[in-house]
């Protein structure tokens, strides 16, 4: 299975940070790659799917980007709700589809 | 309103079975494919398994660790996919999933999971 490694596991940062969480694969994965964020005690919820693709209602702030086996995703000002924990997911080795281990995101 | 909502969660011991229902409301079930994913307690997400559309034959597939034990299927008329679970093991304890797949195998809509939890 194709294994995925974020980093780093726990970020602090300050409301109106610029923040970036990476998002690499064992293997290339072209831009099959989608993240999620997830709040405590709820489901994870689609950001961006296919590396760079904003899905429906998520606030532009949050950009995602890269291709083969580095990912980055961006929060480009840091607002209050964002502060949770965000998992990538690669798409490319279906049906063995497989989640990173998550990047929690503080408040500092 | 577009939605998940799973049910038949709760407290199994070792070895014994649980079938999950997730029903769908606000779209239209039979056209998409549905995934289960879970997450024990503290830790990430974990894909389990896949039922395709009828469309595209029904068929599905299972992660390794849930291969063998746990089948998946669906019930288009009702909008309710189930997760049959048998030979269940303490690591199987985890919030389950129903997750409504885009078409390319990433997650567009989930249900808010149901706690299973497998202790003697």
């Known amino acids: 299975d194709i294994q995925m490694t974020q980093s780093p596991s726990s970020l602090s940062a300050s409301v109106g940070d610029r923040v970036t969480i990476t998002c690499r694969a064992s293997q290339s994965i072209s831009s099959y790659l989608n993240w999620y964020q997830q709040k405590p005690g709820k489901a994870p919820k689609l950001l961006i799917y296919a590396a760079s693709s904003l899905q429906s209602g998520v606030p532009s702030r949050f950009s995602g980007s890269g291709s083969g086996t580095d990912f980055t995703l961006t929060i480009s000002s840091l607002q209050p709700e964002d502060f949770a924990t965000y998992y990538c997911q690669q798409s490319y080795s279906t049906p063995r589809i497989t989640f990173g281990q998550g990047t929690r995101l503080e408040i500092k | 309103e577009v939605q998940l909502v799973e049910s038949g969660g709760g407290l199994v011991q070792p070895g014994r079975s649980l079938r999950l229902s997730c029903t769908a409301s606000?779209?239209?079930?039979?056209?998409?494919?549905m995934s289960w994913v879970r997450q024990a307690p503290g830790k990430g997400l974990e894909w389990v398994g896949f039922?395709?559309?009828?469309?595209?034959?029904?068929?599905?597939e299972y992660a390794a660790s849930v291969k063998g034990r746990f089948t998946i299927s669906r019930d288009d008329s009702k909008s309710i996919a189930y997760l049959q679970m048998n030979s269940l093991k303490t690591e199987d304890t985890a919030v389950y999933y129903c997750?409504?797949?885009?078409?390319?195998?990433?997650?567009?809509?989930w249900g808010r999971g149901t706690l299973v939890t497998v202790s003697s």
């Open positions: 997750t409504r797949e885009s078409g390319n195998w990433y997650f567009d809509l």
């Open positions: 606000g779209f239209t079930f039979g056209d998409y494919a």
């Open positions: 039922i395709r559309s009828k469309a595209y034959g029904g068929t599905t």
